[in-house]
């Protein structure tokens, strides 16, 4: 997979912690500097990705409701 492309991960329908967790096991396998793109509908994947990413070094990019569904996008750290 290039790393120009974010690795996509559709956490849609599942509750917490499992978005955080999908997105977990997809920064295992992305090189540093890649992005992540989670799709979520659970509400409390909001506050859990901002306190995994500040607590693990990764930069979250953006966190954006449309509707019900919660667009993470994350670029994996060091």
């Known amino acids: 997979m290039s790393e120009d492309m974010p690795i ?8 917490c912690p499992m978005p955080l967790l999908k997105a977990r096991k997809a920064l295992a396998t992305a090189s540093p500097g890649q992005r992540i793109v989670v799709m979520a ?13 500040e607590r693990a070094g990764h930069e979250l990019v953006s966190l954006d409701w449309q509707g019900d569904e919660l667009r993470v996008e994350l670029i994996r750290g060091e």
Do not use: H, I, K, Q
């Open 8 to 15: 996509e991960v559709d956490a849609r329908g599942l509750s």
């Open 41 to 53: 509908t659970d509400r409390g994947a909001e506050s859990d990705f901002r306190a995994y990413c």
